[in-house]
């Protein structure tokens, strides 16, 4: 099995596991503090143990990277590095607000530019937004590209969730010049919207999300055709540490992206 069916396939299940979840008192029970920092609540970890127990199940020899999990040696001699968000928007998927997913990913090394392949599913509606290295990127069975006719209006994603005062001064002017920004709640889901062409950029520079936050959705808008940049405007990489935490720019093409930051200074 290719590692983009094994993604895709345990990406199911995980729909399967968790669809009628959101919202319920069981989705919600309180795990402690998972390896990412944040409270682990029972949905993440369904979602966890769904992909685990899958992986093990079909021998599949990688070393894990999850977000609650913490890092899960599955074989002695592992191919490369599975990165598991199995739950992205967890707070809106226990609230019952429809807007959350799972992002896995695969890298051959210890860095984003060795990602080969990425998935991403929204768990509301089991929609699945994928990539493979230099095969193009889909969503479910058609190819899909990056926004590129010069569009009437710009819809820009923004992620303002916890931003410090001196960073929304900074994006002011982006809030004065477009009427369309717009922040959903799960980063690894915008980036695949944003990679349809359903947004013109998708912005975060809070230097505050994590790897597995942003590692499918990383090689899925470049497959799409989109750029992805770091703080400073240069071609982002990082490594996979859990210490690691990035800012980027996605953007359809240079063109909007310099319209967009125009008057920004960061
Ligand atoms: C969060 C979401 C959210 C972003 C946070 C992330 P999680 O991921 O992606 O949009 O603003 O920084 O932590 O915790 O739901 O997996
Ligand atoms: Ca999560």
């Given at each position: 099995m290719e590692v983009i069916d094994i993604l895709r396939e345990v990406s199911k299940k995980i729909y399967e596991n968790v669809k009628d979840l959101s919202g319920t008192e069981e989705a919600a029970g309180d795990f402690g503090i998972g390896a990412g920092g944040d409270i682990s609540r029972n949905i993440d970890i369904i979602a966890e143990?769904?992909?685990?127990?899958y992986l093990k199940e079909i021998n599949f020899e990688c070393t894990v990277l999850g977000e609650e999990c913490g890092r899960v040696e599955l074989s002695d001699n592992p191919k490369g590095f599975l990165i598991m968000d199995a739950i992205d928007g967890s707070a809106n998927s226990v609230r019952g607000v429809p807007f959350f997913c799972s992002s896995l990913a695969f890298a051959t090394d210890y860095k984003l530019s060795s990602i080969t392949d990425g998935v991403i599913t929204n768990l509301s509606?089991?929609?699945m937004y994928w990539a493979s290295k230099e095969n193009g990127a889909f969503f479910n069975n058609s190819k899909m590209h990056v926004h590129e006719k010069d569009p009437i209006y710009k819809i820009v994603g923004i992620n303002t969730s916890g931003a410090t005062p001196d960073l929304m001064k900074k994006l002011f002017p982006i809030f004065e010049q477009h009427n369309h920004t717009r922040h959903f709640g799960a980063n690894a889901l915008?980036?695949?919207?944003?990679?349809?062409?359903?947004?013109?950029?998708?912005i975060d520079l809070r230097k505050k999300i994590r790897i597995q936050d942003i590692a499918a959705g990383y090689l899925i808008v470049k497959?799409?055709?989109?750029?992805?940049?770091?703080?400073?405007f240069n071609s982002l990489d990082a490594?996979?540490?859990?210490e690691t935490r990035v800012s980027f720019v996605a953007a359809s093409n240079k063109k909007i992206?310099?319209?967009?930051?125009?008057?920004v200074k960061l």
């Amino acid at each position: 099995m290719e590692v983009i069916d094994i993604l895709r396939e345990v990406s199911k299940k995980i729909y399967e596991n968790v669809k009628d979840l959101s919202g319920t008192e069981e989705a919600a029970g309180d795990f402690g503090i998972g390896a990412g920092g944040d409270i682990s609540r029972n949905i993440d970890i369904i979602a966890e143990k769904t992909v685990l127990d899958y992986l093990k199940e079909i021998n599949f020899e990688c070393t894990v990277l999850g977000e609650e999990c913490g890092r899960v040696e599955l074989s002695d001699n592992p191919k490369g590095f599975l990165i598991m968000d199995a739950i992205d928007g967890s707070a809106n998927s226990v609230r019952g607000v429809p807007f959350f997913c799972s992002s896995l990913a695969f890298a051959t090394d210890y860095k984003l530019s060795s990602i080969t392949d990425g998935v991403i599913t929204n768990l509301s509606t089991g929609d699945m937004y994928w990539a493979s290295k230099e095969n193009g990127a889909f969503f479910n069975n058609s190819k899909m590209h990056v926004h590129e006719k010069d569009p009437i209006y710009k819809i820009v994603g923004i992620n303002t969730s916890g931003a410090t005062p001196d960073l929304m001064k900074k994006l002011f002017p982006i809030f004065e010049q477009h009427n369309h920004t717009r922040h959903f709640g799960a980063n690894a889901l915008e980036m695949a919207m944003f990679a349809k062409g359903l947004m013109d950029v998708f912005i975060d520079l809070r230097k505050k999300i994590r790897i597995q936050d942003i590692a499918a959705g990383y090689l899925i808008v470049k497959e799409a055709g989109g750029i992805i940049l770091d703080e400073n405007f240069n071609s982002l990489d990082a490594d996979l540490s859990y210490e690691t935490r990035v800012s980027f720019v996605a953007a359809s093409n240079k063109k909007i992206l310099d319209e967009i930051f125009h008057d920004v200074k960061l």
